[in-house]
Each structure stands twice: as structure tokens, then as C-alpha cells.
């Protein structure tokens, strides 16, 4: 009996050395420095100027995140290079942003984001952002945000709550890598600014191809989203008569059906847009009486009509400015293949019509009624 005893517990021994993973590979959270966010920018030199952020463990630090920054050609030869006098083994598999100057931006993006398609380590649901302004300034600044969490989960949770309210895009890496190939839907970005005080994110970063060409602000961003056809939730600011104290009605903007409908009979396309939209009174002043049937449905004309103005008001700028996030191009490509490969797309573009009808039906005055 204590033969067999002793056997199981050979043979026990034995699979534990063969299946239980040991500590040859062990990954020390104190020596490892995880990338919250990378920015990219250029200095006077035109050099490529690579940051980061990582989080401060070690207690006797009184600063909670570092700050490191390097120049070079290349993200995987900057990342090395931060490595050599950082003291700790940099990870990117944390990244939360990745934030690009303006001026990088309008030089183009695709090239520089080609090691996180190449490499597993790498983050690809990171969000990609343009930064009115600096990266590395951002960062070192929000060192003094003494009321706020870690810049990054600042970022992120600032990002997610202006998502929610479709005042600016969901742009991931993935995102952009798969438009960049797509070559018929212009990617978008999150736009933001910064000063002493505060991050904030002013709307959405417009490209053409992988070069930034403009910007449209959180409202026009709702309105961009219901364009393409995406899920909305933005409030929208109706106003008669801005010298009184309280003016305008603030209304809310959660549902709208999108309709497209392309003539390709002449050289130049025909495209007719038609968005039912659905609101809901949020604010208002009480002389509009929006509680009378006759007042309410004058209200709901003159809401379509300025809606409508605004759509048109902002496809004629991203036409002005040459992008294309609403997919127009792909639309024509699928439905209209033959006619698609007869032109050249780009050159086009600014030459289409657009029609464009806005029904806005007002379903709910609140509590309120």
C-alpha cells in the first residue's frame, strides 16, 4: 500500500513539472511600464516626436503617471529608444488613445500606425484622436488637473460620455486601418483641444483618405451621424431671438430614419436624402405655447426647415473639403458598379446635387404635456 502511495505521488509531482506553467516568463508589475496613451506630433525639424504616459506605482513617487518622449523615423525604433532610459520594460497592450497633432494629421496618418496591424501586443481597439495643439504639451499640463483622475481614464471617460451623446465618433485603430483600405468611406477622428484647466472634445476630425482636411463641431456631429445613417442621441438648439435673457428651445434628437435614393443618369450624380427625425422638447420658453396644436406643428416646420438648412450647409463643406464619411462613393460603387468605373470619384464629388428633405415630427414635451 505505501508502494502505491508513494507512485500517485511520483506520478502527482511529475505532472505538476510538465503542466503547471512556471516563473521563467514572470512579468514583475513594478519594472513594467504600461502605455496609457502615445501622442504624435512634429517638432521644428520635422522629426517625428513620440510620448507617452504610464502609471507611477512605487508609493514614494508623489507624481501618478510619467511622462516620457523621444524623436525617431519609426514607433517600434521610438519605443526602444524610450526603453533605454526609462529603467522599465515598456508594454503598449494598455494604450487607451493614441492622440495625433493637427499638423501630423493634415500630413497623413496611415504609414505611421502600421506597426499596431503588425504586431499582437499592440492595441487595436486604442482611440485615435487629432489634438488641436500639442500631445506632449496635453499631457505635461494635465499634470496640474488636481481635480481630475489620471489623464488617460480622464480622456476615456470623457470620450466615452460625448460618444453616448453622438458629439463625436467612435474611431478606433481598426477603424481606420479597414476605411484606409475600403478606399470609398473617408474615415473620421475625435477632435479635441486642451488648456490649463481642462481637456475637451470639440466634435470630429474630418479626413480624406488618411490626411486630415477639416472639422464640424458636436452639433454638426450629431447631424453627421444621422447622415450616415448611425445611431443619435444629440440635443439641438432652436433660437428666434437672442436678445432676451432666456431665448430658444432645446430640443432632443434619439431617433431618425434615413432614406438615400442615387441618380446616375447624367455625368454628375443625383443623390436625394430624406431623414424623419423623431424629437422631444427638453427646454423652452413659455411664449412659443408649443402645447396648441397649430403652434406645435408651426414649430415642427421651421425645425425641418433649419435642419434642412444645415444638412446642406454641411455636405456642401465636406464636399468643399473633399471627404467622404458618409459613404457616398461605396454606395454608388455597390449599387451603380458599371457607371462607378467610368469615373473618377474624387474629381466628382464636389460636382454632386444633393436633395435633401428633413421631416422632424416633436413626439414628447417631457413631463409636462
Known amino acids: 500500500m505505501d508502494k502505491i502511495k508513494k507512485a500517485v505521488l511520483v506520478l502527482t509531482v511529475a505532472q505538476c513539472i510538465f503542466l503547471l506553467s512556471g516563473c521563467w516568463d514572470q512579468k514583475i508589475f513594478e519594472e513594467i511600464g504600461f502605455i496609457l496613451q502615445l501622442g504624435l506630433e512634429l517638432n521644428e525639424n520635422d522629426e517625428l516626436v513620440y510620448s507617452l504616459t504610464m502609471p507611477v506605482v512605487n508609493k514614494e513617487i508623489e507624481q501618478d503617471i510619467e511622462i516620457l518622449s523621444t524623436t525617431a523615423p519609426l514607433l517600434r525604433e521610438a519605443r526602444d529608444k524610450i526603453r533605454n532610459f526609462s529603467g522599465k520594460r515598456i508594454e503598449g497592450g494598455k494604450t487607451q488613445q493614441i492622440h495625433f497633432s493637427r499638423e501630423l494629421a493634415e500630413k497623413g496618418v496611415g504609414d505611421i500606425l502600421d506597426v499596431f496591424l503588425r504586431s499582437p501586443e499592440n492595441p487595436i481597439l486604442a482611440n485615435i484622436t487629432v489634438v488641436d495643439g500639442s500631445p506632449l504639451e496635453m499631457f505635461e499640463m494635465s499634470l496640474e488637473y488636481k481635480d481630475k483622475t489620471r489623464v488617460a481614464f480622464y480622456v476615456s471617460n470623457l470620450i466615452d460620455e460625448t460618444r453616448k451623446r453622438t458629439a463625436t465618433p467612435e474611431t478606433r485603430i481598426y477603424d481606420l486601418a479597414i476605411l484606409q483600405h475600403c478606399k470609398t468611406i473617408d474615415p473620421t477622428a475625435i477632435y479635441m483641444r486642451y488648456d490649463e484647466k481642462k481637456i475637451e472634445v470639440l466634435g470630429t ?81 413659455s411664449h412659443h405655447r408649443l402645447d396648441v396644436a397649430e403652434n406645435k406643428e408651426e414649430m415642427e416646420m421651421k425645425l425641418s426647415d433649419v435642419m434642412k438648412s444645415d444638412c446642406e450647409r454641411i455636405l456642401a463643406y465636406l464636399q468643399e473639403v473633399g471627404s467622404d464619411p458618409i459613404g457616398f462613393a461605396e454606395m454608388v460603387r455597390s449599387k451603380h458598379n458599371a457607371y462607378y468605373k467610368t469615373i473618377d470619384w474624387r474629381r466628382i464629388y464636389p460636382e454632386i446635387e444633393f436633395n435633401v428633405e428633413i421631416k422632424t415630427t416633436i413626439e414628447s414635451q417631457g413631463a409636462v404635456n
Open 205 to 285: 476630425a474630418l479626413f480624406k483618405e488618411d490626411k486630415m482636411v477639416g472639422n464640424l463641431n458636436i452639433v454638426d456631429t450629431g447631424i453627421l451621424h444621422a447622415l450616415m445613417g448611425k445611431k443619435i442621441n444629440f440635443s439641438y438648439y432652436y433660437r428666434e431671438n437672442d436678445k432676451d435673457i432666456k431665448s430658444g428651445i432645446a430640443f432632443s434628437f434619439k431617433l431618425v430614419r434615413r432614406k438615400i435614393e442615387i441618380d446616375t443618369s447624367d455625368s454628375a450624380p443625383k443623390i436625394n436624402i430624406s431623414l424623419n427625425y423623431i424629437t422631444s422638447l427638453d427646454e423652452y420658453d
